[in-house]
C-alpha cells in the first residue's frame, strides 16, 4: 500500500518537474531590445530539475523492485 503512494506521488513530481522544466527552458522577450533572449538562469534550474528527475526516477526503479 505504501509503495503504490510513493509510486504514485514519485510520478506526479516527476510530471510537474517536467512542466516546469519546460517553462524555465524557454527563452524570454526583451521589451528594450525587442528580440528574445536566451535565459541562462531559467536554463540552469532546468539543468537541476532534469537532475532531480533522473534521480527520483532512479529511486521509484528501486522502490519497484
Known amino acids: 500500500m505504501l509503495k503504490g503512494i510513493l509510486f504514485i506521488a514519485g510520478i506526479?513530481?516527476?510530471i510537474v518537474l517536467f512542466m516546469?522544466?519546460?517553462a524555465f527552458s524557454k527563452p524570454v522577450y526583451n521589451k528594450m531590445s525587442n528580440v528574445?533572449?536566451?535565459d541562462e538562469e531559467g536554463?540552469?534550474?532546468a539543468?537541476?530539475?532534469i537532475g532531480?528527475?533522473?534521480v527520483i526516477g532512479f529511486l521509484l526503479g528501486l522502490l519497484v523492485s
Open 43 to 45: 536554463r540552469q534550474i
Open 47 to 49: 539543468h537541476f530539475m
Open 12 to 14: 506526479i513530481t516527476i
Open 20 to 22: 516546469l522544466q519546460n
Open 36 to 38: 528574445w533572449q536566451d
Open 52 to 54: 532531480a528527475m533522473v
